[in-house]
């Protein structure tokens, strides 16, 4: 007589063979989700880098003015009350106001190249004064970082001179695409400021056109901006 032979178990319903395609999109594991994940990263990515480039069309006249009210409205708050003529005789050294352009650039894909922008440029405007005592400079500098914190400026940066070394304030908003640096040297009671605005495009630009536009912008006489 056979021996009984208790029956194996059954098989899992609707289990699928290895290599079925037809397995759903929430069984990939953990191999699916991270390529799912690299993909959102780099597409993320590019577009980041992409929308880099996406400037606005504005003439350097109007970014060196802008540039400028931010220096002047600065300047006010210093409580400074000389006028800076334009240019500068001898860096580090005498009075400074200059405004100055740069080239702006596009991030290269995935951030890991830059190429220039044809027609986008970036400017800036610098000012100095000499003989800035600290009973000027420490409650002007002090003034200062409260009002552009208080405006909503982020703040990277404020040291107050230790040991004689130098005071610094730096701020930026819009992602860091618009700045300004304030640096106070007690040795010599020197004051430099700067204010830099985001990259635009030339809407006069044309190919073959040289160097950023904006390059020969000369600014007016620097002085505090009246406040109402």
């Known amino acids: ?30 191999g699916g989700v991270t390529l799912v994940g690299l993909l959102l990263v780099v597409g993320t990515l590019a577009w ?9 069309r504005v003439a350097p006249e109007e970014m060196a003015d802008r540039a400028l009210q931010r220096s002047q409205e600065a300047y006010t708050v210093m409580g400074f009350k000389r006028t800076i003529e334009p240019g500068v005789k001898d860096t580090g050294v005498s009075t400074q106001n200059t405004l100055g352009t740069a080239f702006c650039y596009d991030g290269g894909l995935l951030g890991l190249e830059d190429d220039i922008v044809d027609g986008a440029y970036s400017m800036s405007h610098t000012w100095a004064l000499d ?17 552009l914190r208080d405006e909503g400026w982020s703040v990277t940066s404020y040291r107050e001179g230790e040991r004689g070394g130098s005071w610094d304030l730096f701020v930026q908003r819009d992602d860091g695409d618009e ?31 040289a160097g950023p536009a904006g390059g020969d912008r000369r600014p007016p006489a620097f002085g505090p901006a009246r406040r109402d």
């Open 1 to 30: 007589m056979p021996e009984d032979t208790a029956p194996g178990p059954a098989p899992a319903p609707d289990t699928p063979e290895p290599g079925d395609s037809s397995r759903p999109l929430g069984a990939w594991g953990c």
């Open 179 to 209: 700045r300004m640096s304030f640096t106070w040297y007690p040795d010599r009671e020197y004051f430099t400021g700067g204010a830099t605005v985001p990259c635009a495009r030339d809407p006069e630009w044309k190919d073959g056109d």
């Open 48 to 56: 980041g880098s992409w929308a880099s480039t996406d400037f606005p």
């Open 131 to 147: 003989h800035v005592p600290a009973s000027q400079a420490v409650p002007g500098l002090r003034r200062l970082h409260r009002f």
